[in-house]
């Protein structure tokens, strides 16, 4: 059994472009969050594409899904070539990006893929067990090294450089191989841009992550409190909250899933016309996909 909550706000910027969805059925978890890069137009219509892309894959995938890693990878790339397509059709030609994380739980265990600096954590008894690492200028610094002489007003400027997204006609995207995670009862898993891990550290986000209060609780208190802390230049702040609740799929118990979902102030922009020309060319992309499973 399982709790799962999403939370989307659009702070303060004029349209939302983070984009998140939960699907699943009796065998399969997937969850999907995508941050469309602000600077580049039609970031919100990238950010879609996936979640369009990923719903079609996982509607037409048999489930338990055999490959889960190579099915997250395919979805990626599938995404960036619908972007770079839906881009060249426009009139002038445009280059929407979006960052991506998704998550495909089967059999207790989590498989996962991102690009960008949108994160994956998951908590044990409140405290980090895992985080994704951000495709970003400054988590790079990080490896290597900090300079000491950066200070905060660099450390936000280079924040937002991320060096991996999908729709980047420079170059192909990296899809990055991890190891599958084995969930344990109570663990939490969090998918979010970076409106929200922003104004958190990883420590204080755990405080936040209990076992008993509502995930739909948690998850709009947290997005509330990012918006509230970030004030008056608040990025959109989505996340999905999940609580695992132990081993759904053992002879012995019967699976269920607890659904909630909290979305407030979310903008949809009106679909662009050209969009549906962009998603036509998607089946036959899918269709090959899925004749290779």
């Known amino acids: 059994m399982i709790e799962v909550a999403t ?36 970031g919100e219509v990238a950010a879609q594409l996936l979640m369009d892309v990923g719903k079609h894959a996982f509607t037409h995938t048999p489930k338990p899904i055999p490959n889960p890693q190579r099915f997250l990878e395919e979805i990626l790339h599938t995404t960036h070539k619908t972007i770079l ?14 960052t991506a994380v998704l998550a495909l739980i089967q059999v207790g265990y989590l498989f996962w893929i991102h690009v960008g600096d949108s994160r994956l954590y998951i908590f044990r008894n409140r405290k980090m067990l895992m985080r994704s690492r951000d495709h970003s200028v400054l988590e790079a610094m990080h490896s290597t090294g900090l300079p000491p002489s950066l200070k905060s007003k660099s450390k936000a ?8 997204c999908l729709g980047s006609a420079k170059k192909s995207i990296t899809a990055q191989k991890n190891h599958p995670v084995p969930l344990e009862s109570l663990d939490a898993v969090i998918l979010c841009s970076d409106g929200l891990w922003g104004q958190f550290t990883d420590a204080s986000l755990g405080k936040y992550i209990t ?24 990025d959109n702040v989505t996340l999905i909250l999940l609580r695992w609740l132990g081993n759904l799929f053992t ?43």
């Open 7 to 42: 939370t989307s706000l659009i702070g303060n910027r004029k349209i939302n472009q983070d984009r998140c969805l939960v699907l699943q059925d009796k065998r399969t978890i997937f969850l999907l969050l995508a941050d469309g890069l602000g600077g580049h137009p039609k």
């Open 85 to 98: 397509k839906f881009g060249e059709q426009q009139h002038p030609t445009i280059n929407p990006k979006t």
């Open 157 to 164: 400027h280079y924040r937002n450089m991320v060096t991996n």
């Open 211 to 234: 076992d008993h209060d509502p995930v739909e609780v948690i998850s709009n208190l947290l997005a509330q409190k990012a918006v509230q802390m970030a004030s008056p230049s608040s």
């Open 251 to 293: 002879k012995k118990q019967k699976s269920s899933f607890t659904t909630t979902s909290q979305t407030n102030s979310l903008q949809t922009s009106e679909p662009d016309p050209k969009l549906e020309d962009a998603i036509a060319t998607l089946e036959a992309v899918i269709e090959e996909f899925s004749s290779k499973q």
